[in-house]
């Protein structure tokens, strides 16, 4: 199963790519929504391939654990994170184009499959509600890119 979307941001790749790779900012939000995390390799805020996390929180009423890899990073274009949790293995993928010096598309995609019986009959139920779920995942995308652009506007003093 797989989720996408794409975004043009106004604002140069760099800046796009420094707050996709923005991990201790991802941390304090993923922290501040309950989750406990624990990044296993690499030093704060390094981007690097083989940068981990073990990532855990309760959704829907249980326990779930969640490991994170950077398996592919290519400053400033691409950034893959492989994801394992409990019957499931994803691949999270961000791919930025650059259309001129102040504007960049942002494609983002997830890709889920299930290696389980339970992960198969998670997968078949977000099947049925795909349609609100692209939606979803498209708005955080959207809002994502927005808050990209809102913090490289020039402030007026």
Known sequence: MKFSAREDINAPIDVVFAQVTDF??????????????????????AAAVGTSWDISFTFRGRARRVQATVARLEKP?????AIVANGLNGQSRVELLPLSQRKTRMSMSIELSATSLSARLLLQ????????LTNRFKKRV???????????KPTLS
Do not use: C, H, P, Y
């Open 24 to 45: 201790d900012g991802f941390e304090r939000q993923m922290i501040r929504r309950g989750a406990e995390v624990r990044r296993t390799t690499a030093e704060s805020g």
């Open 142 to 152: 959207a809002d994502f890119a927005e808050t990209i652009e809102s913090r490289d």
């Open 125 to 132: 139920s977000l099947k049925l509600a795909k349609a609100n």
């Open 77 to 81: 274009n691409l950034l893959d994170i």
